[in-house]
C-alpha cells in the first residue's frame, strides 16, 4: 500500500510499504479521510529531525473497520469510526480518572502522550492499526469532516469544557487566532455557551470566516487593540482567553486584557514566551488570573461530546479537499496560509 512517510529532514514522501496487520486489542481501519494538521507541516519544515524517520503521517483519522484483531469485541467490522490522537496507557490515576491526555506511562513529566502520526503509524495510508479504545462511531458524518474532529475540534472544546465555570451569564471570551481550531472554537461556543465571543486575527480572510457569527473581530494590528477588546468586554476584560497562535505578541494582548480571575488557555506553540510581573505598579496582569500553557489534545469524553454536538448539525467549519495523490500541496498551501479552516486529505 502506500503511504506518505517522514523519511528526515524537510523530506517526506510516498514510499509502497506492507498492509499492517492488527495485533490483540486492536483493529486495522481502511482509512476515508485524514486531516492535515499544522504539526505535520512543522514536522516537514522542523531543520532537525522531528519524529522517527519513516513514521506514516497523519493524526486526524477517519475510516472504517475492515479487521479485527484478537480479543476485539468492544467494535464491528463496518463501523466508521474517528480516531482518538492520544493512545494513553488507560491504568494510571490519571487515565483511570478519564484525564487520558495527561497519562503518567511517559518518560517523563515533561513528555506527553503519543498516537498516532506522532510516535505510531498514522493515517495518511490506505490502511492503519489503531487501539479499538481508540476507535469511535462517527454516527454518520461525512468522513472529510469526521477525520478533524479529533484535533482541530476537540482541541477547543477540550479548552471551553475545561472552563465552563468562568462561562456564566455575561461571560466574555477572547479567541486569538481563527484558524481551524479558533474556528471550531467559535463554532462550539456558539454551540454550548452564552458568552460573548471576540476574535482577533491578523488576516481578514480569517476574520471574514467567523464575522457573522460573533459578536466582534478586530484586526491584531488595529490601534490599541488591548483597550477596544477591554472595552467590549464589559471593562474589564474577557473571562477567558484563548490563545491558539503562542507568540510573543499574542501572550502579550492575551495577559493585559484578561478580567481578573479570568484564565488565559493556551494551546498554540509558536515558541512566544508569557511575561508574569508581579510587581503591582507595572504588571498588565490582573489579580487571580490563571494561565494555563500548552494544554495537550483532549480526553475521549472530549471527542464523544464533539462527535454528538457535529452530529446534530452544531458545530461546522470550512473543509478543503486534496485528494491523497496531492497529499504534498496540501502541506504546501496550508503552510503558506491559504487553507481557510481545515485541510483533509480524501483516500477514495
Known sequence: MRALKYKGVHDIGFLDVPVPEPGPGQVRLEVSACGVCHTDVTFRNNPEIAVEPGLTLGHEIAGVVESLGPEVSSISLGTEVVVHTIWSCGRCRQCLRGRENACLSTASRLTPPQGPGTRYDGGMAKYVVVPAASALPTRG??????????????????????????????ASVLVIGAGGLGQFAVSILRATTEA???????????????????????????????????????????????????????????????????????????????????????????????????????????????????????????????????ALAAFDDLDAGRVVGRAVLTMN
Open 196 to 326: 460573548r465571543v471576540v476574535v482577533v486575527d491578523v488576516r481578514e480572510s480569517a476574520l471574514d470566516a467567523v464575522r457573522s457569527q460573533v459578536f466582534a473581530v478586530l484586526n491584531s494590528n488595529a490601534a490599541s487593540i488591548a483597550d477596544r477588546v477591554v472595552e467590549i468586554a464589559s471593562g474589564h476584560g474577557p473571562d477567558l482567553v484563548l490563545d491558539f497562535v503562542g507568540t510573543d505578541s499574542t501572550l502579550q494582548l492575551a495577559g493585559s486584557v484578561v478580567a481578573p480571575y479570568g484564565t488565559v488557555w493556551v494551546p498554540g506553540q509558536s515558541g512566544g514566551t508569557f511575561t508574569l510581573d508581579t510587581d503591582r505598579a507595572t504588571t498588565a496582569v490582573p489579580r487571580g488570573a490563571a494561565i494555563v500553557s500548552r494544554p495537550y489534545g483532549g480526553t475521549r469524553n472530549n471527542l464523544a461530546d464533539v462527535i454528538a454536538l457535529a452530529a446534530d448539525g452544531l458545530i461546522t467549519i470550512p473543509i478543503t479537499t486534496y485528494p491523497f495523490e496531492n
Open 141 to 170: 458524518l461525512a468522513p472529510e469532516f469526521a477525520s478533524v474532529l479529533p484535533d482541530a475540534a476537540t482541541v477547543p472544546y477540550h479548552a471551553v469544557d475545561s472552563n465552563r465555570h468562568l462561562l456564566v451569564d455575561g
